[in-house]
């Protein structure tokens, strides 16, 4: 790794560049140049794509060019510009944003109490309101879902909502046929490598262990940069997986104990995940004759560590508490090998 230095990774809003979406750029103009907008956009796909990005970007447009859309030629705006300015700053009257609580990671029903008035009440300085949600993901309750549900059905004209999703099946059905549904798919490995490459910010010989942990998505890469110890992980537990009939319980440990909290646990999973479907899939690829026992272990182990992940996420456990569990689960399916 290159470490002398770190990305700066800006929030969405702050950030002007949207990278591998021509197409959806495309359509939105399309879009706003003849004045067919909906009130509601559900932006999906796995994280660190751009959709709140875009989002951003397409809300600094409609604001800026709100009485006169028909004539707009690009949906970007200078960096100089005033409505660029406003919302970077949060501080257009016409764009609401509702985000992540900082210290549990939720958004909880208080957060929505003020899209009512919102909503239905009339516009500052543009033709329209928009409000940015990020994501619905982390809604904290069902009641919160109601609640934006009452809004999208009764939504005026001057309204537009750009709900973010990166998990489509967390969004009940009630709230997807309210909105026109939007998919950011994963960038390709092809276009990620040469754009890596070009860009000399990873050693050749790590780019292959950053496409596979960006998982088709530029804003993992990212962050997979700023922190090398990824990297570490990835092949150590290539080692561990790849070896799963033949490790004990003190490998197991030790690959464990790589955890630290400039991790999210979530991360560190993932990574294991990430490994396990490379595993599969290099096996078939490379014609090596694996018994199908060794593969229905690995799905096995990949679903189940899966199925955890989503009960975590339903309580409020220690980072020590999960792993102990993860740990377990490898040593339960090492037996199977």
């Not at 004045?35 to 990005?53: Q, R």
């Not at 999703?165 to 798919?185: A, E, G």
């Not at 999210?264 to 999973?269: A, W």
């Amino acid at each position: 790794m290159k470490n002398e230095f770190k990305i700066d990774i800006k929030h969405p809003r702050l950030n002007n560049e949207f990278f591998g979406f021509k197409k959806i750029d495309k359509y939105f103009l399309d879009v706003l140049k003849k004045e067919k907008i909906s009130n509601a956009y559900l932006f999906y796909g796995i994280k660190g794509l751009g959709k709140a990005t875009f989002a951003y970007k397409l809300s600094k447009c409609i604001l800026k060019n709100s009485n006169n859309l028909k004539s707009i030629s690009s949906l970007n705006i200078l960096n100089n510009e005033k409505i660029n300015i406003h919302v970077n700053n949060l501080s257009h009257p016409d764009l609401t944003v509702i985000e992540t609580n900082e210290e549990n990671k939720k958004i909880n029903f208080d957060s929505l109490k003020s899209l009512d008035k919102i909503t239905y009440g009339t516009s500052s300085e543009s033709k329209y309101k928009i409000i940015i949600i990020d994501s619905l993901d982390e809604f904290s309750s069902k009641k919160s879902f109601s609640s934006l549900l009452k809004l999208l059905e009764d939504c005026p004209k001057n309204c537009i909502f750009f709900l973010i999703s990166h998990s489509l099946n967390k969004v009940p059905n009630t709230i997807k046929s309210r909105c026109q549904k939007i998919y950011f798919n994963q960038l390709s490995n092809e276009l990620l490598k040469k754009w890596f490459q070009n860009s000399k910010l990873v050693d050749e010989k790590d780019i292959n262990i950053l496409i596979n942990l960006a998982n088709g998505s530029l804003g993992k890469a990212l962050q997979v940069i700023n922190n090398e110890n990824f990297f570490n992980i990835y092949k150590e537990g290539e080692k561990i997986i790849n070896n799963m009939a033949n490790i004990n319980k003190d490998e197991i440990n030790n690959f464990f104990s790589l955890f630290d909290k400039n991790l999210e646990v979530d991360d560190f999973l993932k990574v294991i995940q990430i490994i396990i479907i490379q595993n599969i899939k290099n096996s078939f690829n490379e014609n090596k004759n694996m018994d199908k026992k060794s593969v229905n272990a690995y799905i096995s182990l990949f679903f189940e560590i899966n199925k955890k992940l989503d009960k975590f996420k339903s309580f409020d456990l220690h980072d020590a508490q999960i792993l102990e569990t993860i740990k377990f689960i490898f040593i339960k399916h090492s037996e199977n090998f």
